[in-house]
């Protein structure tokens, strides 16, 4: 189906920028603040692809796309969450509760329909990162 097609297609861009430098080795926090940076930054900069896939990830279509292969793009983000909740700097607990805190909240920020005057500056990034941070760090 060319929708569920067109779906994985525009995932996978996405993971992609938000992996973008990313370096396993860093700090879990810096590992972090560049995914939150580079997902505000596609969001900003590919509205019309993040916007497609906000709303089809809302949708009843999901229960026919193989979410293991969604994972699997974000594998990298996945294994630093793990790290840091090995190492004891992230709270242990279920990936859907920090999902919720973590990324959802930029995807809302990146959301113009829902921030219509959220203004994508370094400033507003800084701030935004650190109140999601604050919610996931022990």
């Known amino acids: 189906d060319l929708l569920i097609s067109t779906y994985f297609s525009i995932k996978k861009e996405i993971s992609n920028a938000v992996t973008n430098e990313l370096e396993p080795d860093q700090p879990i926090r810096d590992c972090l603040q560049n995914v939150w940076s580079n997902l505000l930054n596609y969001s ?50 279920p990936q859907e509760i920090l999902a919720a805190f973590f990324i959802h909240p930029a995807m809302m920020l990146g959301n113009e329909n829902v921030c219509q005057s959220f203004e994508l500056s370094e400033e507003n990034i800084a701030i935004s990162f650190q109140v999601a941070w604050d919610a996931i760090k022990l």
């Open 44 to 93: 900003q900069n590919n509205r019309d692809k993040f916007r497609f896939a906000e709303q089809f990830g809302n949708s009843p279509y999901t229960q026919k796309v193989d979410k293991e292969k969604i994972n699997q793009y974000f594998e990298p983000v996945n294994q630093i969450v793990q790290r840091g909740i090995r190492e004891k700097i992230l709270k242990d607990i």
